[in-house]
């Protein structure tokens, strides 16, 4: 009796002192990264900045771009940029990239090129700027085949035909 109360003393000692093994980290884990005395929260995926420069503004979106997990091309993309959608741009990180989160959050989603963004205020004037414009219609020539080696052409301004 007394043998078998010890090995369950033993046995209850054994499993309180053991520690359940920390949570397995996935993709979609929520991290958080101090960088230049700045604290960031992202997904496990999303890697941090190595400099950061806050700039907390509002930016949208010109066109639909890819976000991507690490301030270069060589990351994976993680979403995409949803065109005309406003996003808050969290700060500048290296690369001249820009870390965003979804409008009004702090959640850091990944990284985008400066040019794929825009300040809020400048969206309708950059759009305007980068409409195509018109051309001016090209004059046209009215040509005639006058016999086997000359022809006629109609001159556009004046009206008058030159024989060629």
């Not at 990180?93 to 702090?106: F, H, P, T, Y």
């Amino acid at each position: 009796m007394k043998l078998r109360n010890l090995l369950i003393l033993a046995v209850v000692a054994t499993v309180v002192g053991c520690k359940a093994p920390p949570p397995k980290m996935t993709d979609d884990t929520i991290v958080s990264s101090e960088v230049n005395g700045v604290t960031l929260t992202h997904r496990y995926a999303v890697s941090a900045p190595q400099e950061f420069t806050p700039v907390n503004a509002s930016y949208r979106a010109l066109y639909p771009g890819s976000i991507m997990s690490k301030p270069d091309f060589g990351g994976k993309v993680v979403s995409t940029l949803e065109n005309g959608q406003t996003y808050t741009v969290l700060g500048q990180v290296e690369n001249n990239w820009l870390a965003i989160a979804k409008e009004d959050k702090q959640e850091m989603l990944g990284y985008v090129p400066t040019r794929a963004l825009v300040k809020s205020e400048l969206y309708a004037q950059t759009l305007k700027k980068d409409r195509p414009r018109p051309r001016k219609a090209a004059k046209k020539t009215t040509c005639v085949a006058v016999d086997d080696a000359s022809k006629a052409c109609q001159n556009a301004n004046s009206g008058t035909w030159i024989i060629d």
